[in-house]
């Protein structure tokens, strides 16, 4: 076979227009240039997404249409390059998408389901989300089947991307720097009300993360309610939004935190307990019982109790640590806070 006549070989004909080995080869090639550069083009895109301070939600809109309109492109171009007449596929190309979508209908969905959330400025890559079911991360990509995000655990969970569409979710971060929480605490009855909310003030304002106080975000103390062991309270504060982002660290610092001030301030922690009132005991009542049960006698004076040394609160300081992106590409997943 003449090898100067091989790329003029035609293989097969659609209608009345000949495909050729030189045309198919051609084509894939175009194709193949026009995937590896959607694909440099999308991780440009995404390292300057990294790095910028300010509209990386913009960005990952523009990454994400430069990479679909690119790998459009090169197909168009590469079944042109075949010799393809596209308008002459038209009611072939709408049986066989009727047929396809059909079949496919779960990932169309989902595609679609994923274009609507880059368009839809309600999520964006680094809000810090929770679902219906519990799952809460930190929204790391929006692809075309899946939505990405990395629990605090560094576990990356893949959820479809209906999920966001037609289920409740929680962005935690989608407006404002911080939120409030809440963390509940409990003193025994006959405490002091007052020492209580001045001391846990004290000891959520000395956490590195908490939010320089203003007239609309104040750190609060309520007494919630009366439980059967002592009098329940909460501690209403502003964390930063890194701390925000990892609830799990951030309520067992708050809580390690009000702990220690209650102990170094001599506050007691209510443990269940029950009281019982015996009218007599062996036919005995009043002083005779107690005489009998010996409550009267004192007791042994002991050494004065020495204060509690300082002890170390883990959570605080790994909220103090920046969480470090494992992959390395994208810098730290939380950045530092930024001074106002």
């Keep these: 076979m003449d090898l100067d006549r091989l790329p003029g070989l035609v293989l097969f004909a659609i209608g009345r227009t000949p495909v050729t080995l030189g045309g198919v080869v051609a084509g894939l090639a175009v194709i193949f240039v026009g995937f590896v550069v959607a694909r440099l083009a999308g991780a440009g895109l995404r390292r300057l997404r990294g790095r910028a301070r300010h509209g990386a939600a913009a960005l990952y809109i523009v990454e994400k249409l430069v990479t679909y309109g690119v790998v459009l492109l090169a197909l168009v171009a590469g079944l042109s390059t075949v010799g393809l007449n596209l308008s002459s596929l038209a009611v072939f190309a709408g049986a066989v998408g009727v047929g396809v979508g059909l079949g496919l209908q779960g990932i169309v969905k989902e595609f679609v389901s994923g274009l609507v959330l880059v368009f839809d400025r309600s999520l964006g890559v680094g809000d810090f989300v929770e679902l219906e079911d519990g799952k809460r991360g930190v929204v790391q990509e929006v692809g075309p089947r899946a939505v990405r995000i990395r629990t605090n655990d560094n576990i990356d969970l893949m959820i479809p991307n209906s999920k966001f569409i037609e289920g409740p979710v929680v962005n935690w971060t989608l407006h404002g720097h911080t939120r409030r929480i809440h963390v509940p605490f409990s003193v025994g009855y006959g405490c002091d ?143 530092e806070p930024k001074a106002s």
Excluded: C
Aim: charged residues 30%.
């Design 193 to 335: 009300r007052e020492k209580v909310r001045d001391v846990v003030l004290e000891a959520a304002r000395s956490v590195p993360f908490t939010v320089p106080e203003t007239e609309t975000q104040k750190s609060q103390v309520w007494l919630t309610g009366f439980g059967d062991s002592g009098l329940n309270f909460e501690l209403v504060v502003w964390p930063t939004l890194d701390a925000v982002k990892r609830p799990g660290a951030m309520h067992a610092a708050y809580t390690w935190a009000i702990a220690e001030a209650l102990e170094r301030a001599g506050i007691e922690i209510p443990f269940p307990q029950m009281d019982v009132r015996l009218r007599s005991l062996f036919g005995q009542e009043g002083e005779a019982a107690r005489r009998a049960l010996r409550l009267d006698e004192p007791e042994p004076a002991g050494e004065e109790p020495k204060p509690a040394p300082p002890t170390i609160n883990d959570a605080a300081d790994d909220l103090a640590r920046p969480f470090a992106d494992p992959e390395g590409d994208e810098g730290p997943i939380y950045p």
